[in-house]
């Protein structure tokens, strides 16, 4: 038996020495990401952004003030919408609307479904509205650059490209478990993506920004073909790229805006975000153990790996450390104390292991059972 555990020490420490070579490859991959270009517009062409809204969040005003003030030369048209009249987020586009009168600003409540991916559904119903053939589809919880709406057209108007999608770092709106989530995104997941963008091993697609034409989201099958996936983003860009576009990534981050009130929304965000990667990518999933060598090291530790293994898992938080600092010069995110990633490496973890335990995930405060590759979303509850 005690041979076993010892052997079982190794692995974490070998794991967790891989993981810090990660981590530095990541930081080298981070520094290499090339910077931000703007590319040239062929023609201001008009632009509809569609904004599915639910309930007043913190900042929403300003973001939509962000969404009117574009520097581009062609027309705008901003749709908003939610799934029910009385949604207090109204009243907020009511506001902005008022003091941008020269803007076209419009907002539709409509609570016809369309499968139980209720954004979707929102975003059907808004499209209906759409004036123009050019879309941008944009969370309400996106912070943009006046250059946003010309950097993503100039981005699809190049040849073979079928949709445009952005890179985001996280921005806490306020608290601790709000900033817990903003380092997932800013020292592991943007990471993550950038590591990958440069080595050619994912070709991703995020919800929360996403350029195309209505002509290429008719030849997808329209967004009904995508209301009854929980992860509709990944779908979209797999259509895209089996009809050969491609699906670009523009060298910049938005902001994303986290506003988790409570460790109860802390982790079933968390949760929800891990299952979703795993049902999408399960082997890609599985390989991501060695992102967390901090740890892998403690386990090792604890398994009798001594000294050793506290290096090894001191070495991991300095890594992790290089590396956060080159998201937040590379992409502008906003400091965070270093004292909190310890505590965010041990919730990552806890995370990832909990993830293989279950199916269900929270959204929106519907409770939902995911199927296999964790796209089709059958609801289990709707606490009301």
Same mark, same amino acid.
């Given at each position: 038996?005690?041979?076993?555990?010892?052997?079982? =020490?190794?692995?974490?420490?070998?794991?967790?020495?891989? +993981?810090? =070579?990660?981590? @530095?490859?990541?930081?080298?991959?981070?520094?290499? %990401?090339?910077?931000?270009?703007?590319?040239?517009?062929?023609?201001?062409?008009?632009?509809?952004?569609?904004?599915? @809204?639910?309930?007043?969040?913190?900042?929403?005003?300003?973001? @939509?003030?962000? @969404?009117?003030?574009?520097?581009?030369? +062609?027309?705008?048209?901003?749709?908003?919408?939610?799934?029910?009249?009385?949604?207090?987020?109204?009243?907020?586009?009511?506001?902005?609307?008022?003091?941008?009168?020269?803007?076209?600003?419009?907002?539709?409540?409509?609570?016809?479904?369309?499968?139980?991916?209720?954004?979707?559904?929102?975003?059907?119903?808004?499209?209906?509205?759409?004036?123009?053939?050019?879309?941008?589809?944009?969370?309400?919880?996106?912070?943009?650059?006046?250059? %946003?709406?010309?950097?993503?057209?100039?981005?699809?108007?190049?040849?073979?490209?079928?949709?445009?999608?952005?890179?985001?770092?996280?921005?806490?709106?306020?608290?601790?478990?709000?900033?817990?989530?903003?380092?997932?995104?800013?020292?592991?997941?943007?990471?993550?993506?950038?590591?990958?963008?440069?080595?050619?091993?994912?070709?991703?697609?995020?919800?929360?920004?996403?350029?195309?034409?209505?002509e290429t989201l008719h030849r997808i099958g329209g967004l009904h073909a995508f209301a009854d996936k929980l992860w509709e983003d990944y779908a979209i860009g797999e259509a895209i790229r089996e009809l050969g576009g491609s699906v670009e990534?523009?060298?910049?981050?938005?902001?994303?805006?986290?506003?988790?009130?409570?460790?109860?929304?802390?982790?079933?965000?968390?949760?929800?975000?891990?299952?979703?990667?795993?049902?999408?990518?399960?082997?890609?999933?599985?390989?991501?153990?060695?992102?967390?060598?901090? =740890?892998?090291?403690?386990?090792?530790?604890?398994? +009798?790996?001594?000294?050793?293994?506290?290096?090894?898992?001191?070495?991991?938080?300095?890594?992790?450390?290089?590396? %956060?600092?080159?998201?937040?010069?590379?992409?502008?995110?906003? =400091?965070?104390?270093?004292?909190?990633?310890?505590?965010?490496?041990?919730?990552? %973890?806890?995370?990832?292991?909990?993830?293989?335990?279950?199916?269900?995930?929270?959204?929106?405060?519907?409770?939902?059972?995911?199927?296999?590759?964790?796209?089709?979303?059958?609801?289990?509850?709707?606490?009301?």
């Amino acid at each position: 038996m005690s041979d076993l555990i010892h052997d079982l =020490a190794d692995v974490f420490l070998i794991g967790a020495i891989i +993981g810090c =070579a990660y981590l @530095l490859m990541a930081a080298f991959a981070v520094a290499a %990401f090339r910077r931000r270009a703007h590319p040239p517009t062929d023609a201001p062409v008009p632009v509809t952004i569609l904004v599915p @809204l639910c309930g007043d969040e913190p900042g929403l005003a300003d973001r @939509l003030l962000a @969404l009117c003030e574009q520097d581009y030369a +062609g027309p705008i048209q901003i749709v908003c919408g939610v799934r029910n009249g009385s949604d207090p987020a109204l009243e907020v586009v009511r506001t902005v609307a008022a003091s941008r009168p020269r803007h076209t600003i419009e907002w539709y409540a409509e609570e016809r479904l369309h499968g139980r991916n209720l954004k979707v559904s929102n975003l059907i119903n808004m499209t209906q509205h759409a004036h123009h053939d050019t879309f941008l589809l944009v969370d309400s919880d996106i912070e943009v650059e006046p250059d %946003f709406v010309s950097s993503m057209v100039g981005t699809l108007q190049r040849p073979g490209v079928g949709a445009v999608t952005c890179l985001a770092h996280a921005v806490a709106a306020r608290g601790l478990w709000s900033r817990l989530a903003t380092l997932r995104v800013n020292a592991d997941f943007l990471p993550k993506v950038v590591f990958a963008l440069t080595f050619g091993l994912e070709q991703p697609c995020f919800g929360y920004s996403i350029a195309l034409t209505r002509e290429t989201l008719h030849r997808i099958g329209g967004l009904h073909a995508f209301a009854d996936k929980l992860w509709e983003d990944y779908a979209i860009g797999e259509a895209i790229r089996e009809l050969g576009g491609s699906v670009e990534v523009p060298p910049f981050a938005l902001g994303h805006v986290f506003a988790e009130r409570s460790a109860r929304d802390f982790f079933a965000n968390e949760l929800r975000a891990a299952r979703t990667i795993k049902g999408i990518n399960p082997r890609g999933h599985a390989g991501t153990v060695i992102t967390h060598p901090f =740890a892998l090291a403690l386990i090792a530790a604890g398994l +009798g790996a001594g000294t050793a293994a506290l290096a090894v898992a001191l070495t991991a938080l300095a890594c992790r450390i290089i590396l %956060f600092r080159g998201i937040k010069q590379r992409f502008g995110c906003e =400091a965070t104390p270093y004292l909190l990633l310890p505590v965010r490496e041990l919730c990552d %973890f806890v995370i990832y292991v909990v993830s293989y335990f279950g199916s269900t995930v929270t959204w929106r405060g519907r409770r939902y059972r995911v199927s296999r590759r964790l796209l089709v979303a059958d609801p289990v509850a709707d606490p009301g």
